[in-house]
C-alpha cells in the first residue's frame, strides 16, 4: 500500500526534528571533531531499524535502507554535512551554542535533522526497490571530508548510482527550491606568492629590493587576470585576503621578505588552469623588474560543484510536483563559494540544490555569527530527499 506523501508524513514529527535540529545548534563541533554529532545521528538510525556504519572518513556515519524489494539493484545516495564553524556566535535564544568560539553558522544542522527526517520516513515505509545510502559527511568547512569518505572507501562498499546533496539558502524565500543543470559552486583554490628581495635600513631604500614595493605592484597586477584575460562570458575570482611583511614596530626596517596569501574561485578547468598560469607569469615578471624573485604555490583545494544535467531536471521535476512550479527556480545563480560535494560529484552523477529558508534581508547570512536554521523548511527538505529516493527506484 502506497503510504501518504512524503511531505504530510514528515509534518507529523516536525516538531521532533525542530527540538533534535536545536539540540545539535547548541552542541556545534569542528570537523573530524563530530564525536557527540555522529553518535547521535548512529543512535538515531539504529532506533529506526537502519544498518549503520561509523568512522568512514574519521567522524563520518552511513545509514543503509533497504526498500520493500531489492530487486532493481539500484542504490541511491543522500548526503548531509555535519560540522560547525569556529566562529562566536551572538544570539541570545535558548538553543545558541554552549561552546565559546563555536557555532553552527551554515546551517549543517539543520541538514544533518534534515536527512535524518528523511531516513524516519524511509524505514517507515520503504516504498522503493533499491538501497537508499544517507551518508553524514563530516568535516565540510574546509577541511575535506568528502574526500575523507572516499579514500575510506565510501563508493566502493557502497556503490550508489547517483548521489544527491542540500544546503539552506537565505538568499531564496522559504519553501522554494534553487538549482541548475551545471555549476552551482565555484572551485576554491588557494594561493600564496612570496616575494624575497634585500632587506636594510628605511632611511636608505636605495641599497634594498624592497618587497614591499613590489607586493604593491603585484596586488594590482594580479586584478588584471580577470578583467583582461578571463573571457567576459566565464567567471574568475582572484582575491588577496592577507598581506605580511616586516614587523609593525619597526617601522624604518625595509624587510627582505613580503607574502601574499588568497583564493582564486573558478567554474571551468581550462579558466582555473589559465589563471594559475597568468598568476605564476606576473609575479616572476613583476618581481624580476624590480630586482626581486618570487615564489608561487598554488593549491587546488576544492574542485568546482557541478550538476549533471539529468539528476539536476529530474530534482527540478519532483519539486515542482512537491510545491508548484512557481517555487522552482531552475536557473539559479551559481556562487562563487565552495562545496566538497564536489569530490563526490566528480566520481557519481548527481546533484546539488539549495532549499530557500529566506533571512538574507534580515542580515541571516551564512557564516554570520546572527545566523540560525529556520527550522520550518525542514519538512521540505526532508521530503524531498525521500521523493528523490522513491522515484528513483519505484516499486
Request: some cysteine; charged content about 20%.
Amino acid at each position: 500500500m502506497k503510504p501518504r506523501s512524503p511531505l504530510d508524513s514528515i509534518r507529523l514529527f516536525h516538531d521532533e526534528l525542530t527540538a533534535l535540529r536545536r539540540d545539535l545548534h547548541a552542541h556545534p563541533e569542528l570537523g573530524f571533531e563530530e564525536v557527540r554529532t555522529s553518535a547521535i545521528v548512529a543512535g538515531a538510525l539504529q532506533s529506526l531499524g537502519v544498518e549503520v556504519h561509523r568512522g568512514i572518513g574519521k567522524t563520518g556515519v552511513v545509514g543503509v535502507i533497504q526498500g520493500q524489494r531489492c530487486d532493481s539493484g539500484k542504490m541511491i545516495g543522500l548526503r548531509a554535512d555535519m560540522d560547525a564553524l569556529a566562529l562566536t556566535e551572538d544570539n541570545a535564544f535558548a538553543h545558541r551554542s554552549s561552546k565559546a568560539g563555536l557555532m553552527h553558522a551554515c546551517g549543517h544542522d539543520g541538514h544533518t535533522a534534515i536527512l535524518l527526517g528523511a531516513a524516519r520516513y524511509l524505514a517507515q515505509t520503504r516504498y522503493f526497490d533499491g538501497t537508499v545510502v544517507l551518508i553524514f559527511q563530516p568535516a565540510e568547512e574546509g577541511r575535506g571530508g568528502a574526500r575523507a569518505m572516499l579514500d575510506d572507501g565510501l563508493f566502493d562498499t557502497f556503490p550508489c548510482d547517483a548521489v544527491y546533496a542540500l544546503h539552506n539558502w537565505p538568499a531564496l524565500p522559504p519553501g522554494t527550491i534553487g538549482i541548475n543543470p551545471g555549476p552551482m559552486m565555484a572551485a576554491a583554490d588557494r594561493f600564496e606568492i612570496v616575494i624575497t628581495g634585500v632587506g636594510g635600513h628605511g632611511a636608505h631604500p636605495y641599497q634594498t629590493v624592497d618587497p614591499v614595493l613590489v607586493a604593491g605592484h603585484l596586488i594590482t597586477a594580479l586584478q588584471s587576470v580577470v578583467s583582461r584575460n578571463v573571457n567576459p562570458l566565464d567567471s574568475a575570482v582572484v582575491s588577496v585576503g592577507s598581506v605580511q611583511a616586516g614587523h609593525p614596530d619597526a617601522m624604518s626596517v625595509i624587510p627582505r621578505e613580503a607574502r601574499l596569501v588568497g583564493t582564486v574561485r573558478t567554474f571551468r578547468r581550462s579558466v582555473q588552469e589559465m589563471v594559475e598560469t597568468r598568476m605564476r607569469e606576473l609575479s616572476q615578471s613583476i618581481a624580476g623588474a624590480f630586482g626581486a624573485s618570487a615564489q608561487l604555490n598554488y593549491q587546488r583545494i576544492y574542485p568546482a560543484t557541478l550538476n549533471t544535467a539529468p539528476e539536476a531536471n529530474f530534482v527540478a521535476d519532483l519539486a515542482t510536483q512537491l510545491i508548484g512550479k512557481d517555487k522552482v527556480v531552475r536557473d539559479l545563480t551559481p556562487s562563487m563559494g565552495s562545496e566538497d560535494f564536489s569530490f563526490m560529484l566528480q566520481v557519481k552523477p548527481g546533484a546539488y540544490f539549495r532549499l530557500g529558508q529566506g533571512g538574507a534581508d534580515a542580515g541571516c547570512l551564512l557564516h554570520n555569527p546572527r545566523y540560525d536554521f529556520n527550522d520550518a523548511v525542514i519538512p521540505l527538505g526532508s521530503a524531498l530527499f525521500a521523493s528523490i529516493a522513491e522515484r528513483s527506484m519505484p516499486l
